[in-house]
């Protein structure tokens, strides 16, 4: 197995970021007074790198995915995207949420437009790009389609689709397979490489599947539980293209038994937080 010490740690404060997160905090006041959702969390991302935030449920991954794409003020600290602080949404994030939420009543083409009718940019510019996105997650004979004509994992690939149109600097992605079925999520991991590999997008990644964050990363980072903060922070040496004999290899297991050791021992009762 390996132990936390011979996992091969990657560089927190990498050269040139394309994302970088500084002592941040974010309290928020409920109703039952402050809860303190994520503790001087600081860590920063290569241009074109994938990266995965690995944490028990309520560690603050969404809160900090909201702080990233500046639907959330930090309370203290800031994060610093393509060298200019997030202090409001902007266009050169996309975001792919658990659900695709897609428009019902629109075709896919036009959900995958949606983000540039937002944001008022010309529409005639981006349908090439729209189609060649739908290419790319092949659904290039689904463009006139209607979602409910999709399985759920056709529209979540529409969904990558949409928050890839602007071509943003940086893809954030929150859980964007649970709530798909086994051999969909496998067949999504393969796809979102595919993907990341042909775009060269930085990609920041949330998870709680251990599997899924291995096979997909260049770094998974490990969250403690609320409030969350890294607590590991390894290169995944695994050479790409990924596929599932990836899966077989014991450098794989190693990986994953690292971190599966990780979270159990973070998340135990004696050290859970309430
Ligand atoms: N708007 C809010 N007001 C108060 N507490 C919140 C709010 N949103 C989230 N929280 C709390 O902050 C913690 C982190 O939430 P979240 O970021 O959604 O976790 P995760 O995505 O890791 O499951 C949780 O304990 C949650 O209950
Ligand atoms: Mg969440």
Known sequence: MLKPHQAKQAHGDSPNPVLSINQMNLVYNSTRGPITAIRDLTFSIRKGEFVSILGPSGCGKST????VSGLLRPTSGNVVLADVEVKE?????GIVFQQPTLLPWKTVLENVL?????MRMPVHEYKDRAHDLLRLV???DFINHYPY?????MQQRVGIARGLIHDPAMLLMDEPFAAL???SREFMMDELQQIWMTTGKSVLFITHSIPEAVYLSDRVLTLSPRPGRVIDDIKIDLPRVRDVETMGQSMFGEYATHLRALFKSNTAPSTRIA
């Open 138 to 140: 092949g659904l290039g």
């Open 149 to 153: 004509e999709l399985s759920g994992g």
């Open 114 to 118: 949606v983000p540039i009718r937002a």
């Open 89 to 93: 949404p902007r266009p050169d994030i």
């Open 181 to 183: 079925d086994a051999m």
């Open 64 to 67: 900090l995915l909201k702080i």
